[in-house]
Structures are given as structure tokens and as C-alpha cells.
């Protein structure tokens, strides 16, 4: 069995590699952590972000929990970026999914502290929050936010519930402007999310606005595509590369556009 693999998976994983010799287990080590997550451009950290929503909406036990016992183990994700990680993917990839990551966190990080024989941290603590409590500053906020992460001219009406509670308020008044996690990490979270969600216009609005905010390089969006297809399929993978060179096109002419003199 190839020893870079084993040894690749030992690093990234934070445990050995298993000792089967199945053709399925043998190209995972070939190929998924001997080429995939050592490719550059992506590093350690930020590939971490592409899987942990790839294996939280998968519904496969064990790759949940190795990939969160990894991440934190590891040091690459602290404990306040895994649970805003958590509170980001409930809102892309589902809340009854996202129970079950927070469940799996909260093992995890319990886990690593017997090993290492420690106590657990005190939580960071939730108040104040960092966004307005009052609701119609809070709605403005939202509003502007929406338009600077989308990248685009105008913010949904608030007249109805999804639009005005959940967009305005909720997910764009306060989720993606906590500060527990960057925006290129919110961007390779949701980017992952909508690709496997099947929802035409997510995934073409989130990778246009990952592009055209600079938070993710071409390059970038690239390896997104190829370590999303190492752990949620290539068909969807497909599609998502699909996307990404159409929104390369329309990000390359809307620059060329606001470059061009008056």
C-alpha cells in the first residue's frame, strides 16, 4: 500500500491509517490524502472547511467524527470556529443535520481533552452579540450586508417571514458577520453547501460573489471543486465546475467593465 498515503492520512487525520488493502481504502490513501490534500493553492486549514460540510450532510457517522476529531485535534479549527462552522452549515446545508454535527463537536472536543488530560474550557460566551438588537437597525444592517456579500445593487423586501426574519435578520444581519470566523472560511463553507443542495440560483450567486469579492482566487474556486468531488461525489462535482466557469466569464467581463475608462 502506498506509504506517502498512509503517511499523508496520518497527518491529516491525527490517527494512523487503516490496514485494509481494499481497492476502495487503498485509492482513498493514493489519491485523496497521498494527491487531493496535499495539492497547493488550498492549504490544510482551508480544506478542512470544504469537508467538514461535506461529511456533516452526509450522513456517514464515522467520517463525521474522524473529520471533526481531526480538525480540532490538529489545531488547524479552534473549538469557536467548529461551532460557527456548525451554526453556518445549519443555515446552507440544514438545521436537523447541523443538530447532529453539534452533537458530534461537543464529543469530539470532550474526547480530546480526556486524551490529553485536561478540563474542558469554559464556552466562549454568547452575549453580547456583536450585530444591533434593535430591529430595524438590525434590518438596515442585514440589508447592507446582504448587498456587500452578494456583491450586488439591491437586498431582498422584507415582506415575508424568509425574506425579512430569516435573510435580513438572521443570516446576513448577524450569522455572517459574527467574528468567530473569516470570510474566505464562511465563503468555502456555503460555496460547498449550495453545491450539494441542488438549488439552481445558490450556487450560482455564491460563486459569483465568492469570485467577485476577491475572497476566493480562481485558483482557488478550482481546488474547491476537486477536493469537494474527493468527498461528495463527482456528479454534483461536475455540475458545480460547470458553474464556476460560467461565473469565471461573467466576473472576468463585469471587471474588465469597471476597469474600462469612462
Not at 140 to 151: A, L, P, W
Not at 201 to 225: C, G, N, Q
Amino acid at each position: 500500500m502506498n506509504e506517502r498515503g498512509r503517511q499523508a492520512f496520518a497527518d491529516v487525520m491525527t490517527f494512523p491509517a487503516p490496514e485494509d488493502a481494499t481497492p476502495a481504502t487503498t485509492r482513498m490513501l493514493e489519491f485523496v490524502f497521498g494527491d487531493v490534500w496535499q495539492r497547493p493553492v488550498l492549504t490544510r486549514r482551508d480544506r478542512r472547511f470544504i469537508t467538514l460540510p461535506c461529511v456533516a450532510a452526509s450522513d456517514a457517522e464515522g467520517p463525521l467524527r474522524d473529520h471533526v476529531y481531526a480538525a480540532l485535534n490538529s489545531g488547524d479549527v479552534s473549538i469557536v470556529e467548529m461551532q460557527e462552522t456548525v451554526l453556518h452549515f445549519a443555515v446552507y446545508g440544514g438545521w436537523p443535520k447541523a443538530s447532529r454535527f453539534n452533537m458530534v463537536v461537543d464529543e469530539q472536543w470532550d474526547r480530546i481533552h480526556r486524551e490529553r488530560g485536561e478540563q474542558l474550557p469554559p464556552a466562549v460566551p454568547l452575549l453580547p452579540l456583536p450585530t444591533p438588537s434593535d430591529p430595524e437597525a438590525r434590518l438596515r444592517v442585514g440589508e447592507q450586508s446582504f448587498k456587500d456579500i452578494n456583491c450586488l445593487p439591491y437586498a431582498p423586501t422584507r415582506d415575508n417571514p424568509f425574506q425579512g426574519a430569516g435573510i435580513l435578520n438572521f443570516v446576513f444581519g448577524e450569522m455572517w458577520l459574527r467574528p468567530g470566523l473569516g470570510m474566505k472560511e464562511r465563503r468555502l463553507i456555503t460555496v460547498a453547501c449550495v453545491a450539494f443542495q441542488d438549488a439552481p440560483y445558490p450556487i450560482l450567486s455564491h460563486v459569483y460573489a465568492a469570485l467577485k469579492s476577491r475572497d476566493l482566487s480562481f485558483d482557488e474556486m478550482d481546488e474547491l471543486a476537486l477536493h469537494f468531488a474527493a468527498y461528495y461525489g463527482w456528479p454534483k462535482a461536475s455540475h458545480l465546475n460547470q458553474v464556476i466557469g460560467e461565473q469565471k466569464v461573467r466576473v472576468l467581463a463585469e471587471w474588465a467593465e469597471e476597469a474600462a475608462p469612462l
